[in-house]
């Protein structure tokens, strides 16, 4: 076996660096909810949700968004390649929901108006329009290069 080219030693370097500070930050983040004495009672509930989540993703979700993915990879070829156009604003919708969800469904709705003054009913329209820009800037793209790609060709 050779030598890893020394080219590659400061990645390597930069992403055992990165994988340590999130160790390092997911522990501490562990230490101060294990020392709060409010939330002792639903740390077993925190744990029980986590494996439920996992199990979830690795069990039903990846093999479904894989299965997605395999499904653009069929689309048919053009000259500028479809694929991550579709790729990304299904990413960025799946990434927002996760973040918007709990004001989509109205979880903990008093909390947010205590807090804010306003309620939930604006969030699902909102997560709409978004997923419909980023759809829309990324069909926008796609137009753009085939033009661009059209040009070129003569």
Known sequence: MS?????????RLAQAVGVLGCV???GYAATIVVRDPTLHPSIPWMLVWFAGAVLLHDLVLFPLYAAADRALALLPATRVPLVNHVRLPL?????TLLVYLPGIIRQGGPVVHAATGLDQEPFLARWLWLVLAMAGVSALVWVARVTRRSAADG
């Open 91 to 95: 990413l960025g919708a799946g990434l």
């Open 24 to 26: 390092a930050l997911a």
């Open 3 to 11: 030598a890893p080219a020394p080219t590659r030693t400061p990645v």
